[in-house]
Structure formats: structure tokens, C-alpha cells
């Protein structure tokens, strides 16, 4: 199973940006979707955004045109760009092997907390 380490979490002013970072435990050429999570205090864990071995991305309404989802294969790392940052968006951030965009499918590592000040 992918063990999933996430970082780059804060503290941000509205409208600033941050750039989360995940690593995997094994290679990323065998992991075809990658996504990113988030849940906020007393609400559901939600999809964010999601990316294929190919680099084909797909992104939540909420976030399209501000959220940059990426990926190195190389490296073993996929990051989340998020410019624009707004205070609903404060959240744990976490990330995950996808069998499908938006459909997680292994264990939830400690994620990495955002939080936006207006």
C-alpha cells in the first residue's frame, strides 16, 4: 500500500498563495490518478482536484482557475498550487491514489493544514 506524506500547509492571508507538497512511498509511474482532498471542520472530506500519469488534470468547480494540481514522476511528488486563497478554502489538505478521479482508494495519511485569514 502508498504510504502518503503531506506538507506545505499554513497560515495565509486572503488572496495570498501556497504550494502543498505530497510524497509517495513508491514510484509514481505506477500510480496513474493522484488527487487532492480537503476537509474542513465539521464538513465531509471533499474532492479538490485530480491528475493522470499523462498529466491530464480535473479540478472542482470551487477551485478551477485558482488551484494548480502537478505532478513529478521522477521525484515521487505531487503538489497543489493555490493561488487566491480565500477563507471557505481553509483546510486539512490531503492527498491520495485515485482508481478514478474523485475516488480515493487508499489509506488517509495526517494531511496538512491550511488556514486562510480574511
Known amino acids: 500500500q502508498e504510504h502518503l506524506v503531506e506538507s506545505g500547509g499554513g497560515l495565509v492571508q486572503a488572496g495570498g498563495s501556497l504550494r502543498l507538497s505530497c510524497a509517495a512511498s513508491?514510484?509514481?509511474?505506477?500510480?496513474?490518478?493522484m488527487g487532492w482532498y480537503r476537509q474542513a471542520p465539521g464538513r465531509q472530506r471533499e474532492w479538490v482536484a485530480s491528475?493522470?500519469?499523462?498529466?491530464?488534470?480535473t479540478y472542482a468547480g470551487s477551485v478551477e482557475g485558482r488551484f494548480t494540481i502537478s505532478r513529478d514522476n521522477a521525484k515521487n511528488a505531487l503538489y497543489l498550487e493555490m493561488d487566491s486563497l480565500q477563507p471557505e478554502d481553509a483546510s486539512v489538505y490531503y492527498c491520495n491514489v485515485e482508481s478514478m478521479p474523485g475516488g480515493p482508494r487508499g489509506p488517509w495519511g495526517q494531511g496538512t493544514q491550511v488556514t486562510v485569514s480574511s
Open positions: 513508491r514510484s509514481f509511474f505506477s500510480l496513474n490518478f
Open positions: 491528475i493522470d500519469l499523462g498529466g491530464r488534470t
